[in-house]
């Protein structure tokens, strides 16, 4: 199994990996948090994946309490705003994009 850690990309790199993700040109992982949320929330992977390559960064780059680099991208998708949350992982394989959480608003 190869290690995973956190990784700083620059704000340039953040919106651009985030819509390469979405485009489905990066790699792209959803949290079993995330997968419930957009369960009870009604809310489709397609939404999430235009919400990437579409949307803007609502909540600026950040490290969290886990030592992990973040940021949220928001797009208005059907009339109603979509918020995703992003943190950007490293391995052995490259960067990823982890979608942690996703909600309206």
Sequence with gaps: MSKISCIKPTD??????????????????????????????RIGRRQVLQTLQNGHISEPLHQDIRGDWRC?????????RLTVGVVFKL????????IATVFEG
């Design 91 to 98: 391995s052995d394989k490259g960067e990823w994009v982890v």
């Design 12 to 41: 340039r790199q953040a919106i651009e990996w985030v819509k390469e993700a979405g485009s489905q040109k990066r790699r792209l992982v959803f949290t079993d948090h995330a997968e419930l949320r957009m369960k009870e929330r």
């Design 72 to 80: 949220n991208v928001s797009w208005f998708y059907a009339g109603v």
